[in-house]
């Protein structure tokens, strides 16, 4: 079982930035592969992010967000700059360890404001 405790969500100006993190129970925290969501009112929950054996981003957010992991402390970050309303969401982390099962997050909320 691996559990994920999402924090760093608020509100913020259009162009500002946030950094979410998530952190991992488990002792083989560097083989999972770690994801961000996100999931707007009303929208299916989309994919955000990725960090696995490479990392991979939406369009949406390319060039605009980062993800990063230190695996000595089992967290992943998501590095959020120029957000924009559009950008609201709830975002929530996962894992999917090398047993191909997945966990998730409670989620934390972020909200730009125009």
């Known amino acids: 079982q691996v559990q994920l405790v999402e924090s760093g969500g608020g509100l913020v100006q259009a162009g500002g930035s946030l950094r979410l993190s998530c952190a991992a129970s488990g002792r083989t925290f560097s083989s999972y592969a770690m994801y961000w969501f996100r999931q707007a009112p009303g929208k299916e929950r989309e994919f955000v992010a990725a960090?696995?054996?490479?990392?991979s981003y939406a369009d949406s957010v390319k060039g605009r967000f980062t993800i990063s992991r230190d695996n000595a402390r089992n967290t992943v970050y998501l590095q959020m700059n120029s957000l924009k309303p559009e950008d609201t969401a709830v975002y929530y982390c996962k894992a999917t360890t090398l047993g191909a099962r997945a966990y998730w997050g409670q989620g934390t909320q972020v909200t730009v404001s125009s």
């Open positions: 960090s696995g054996r490479s990392t």
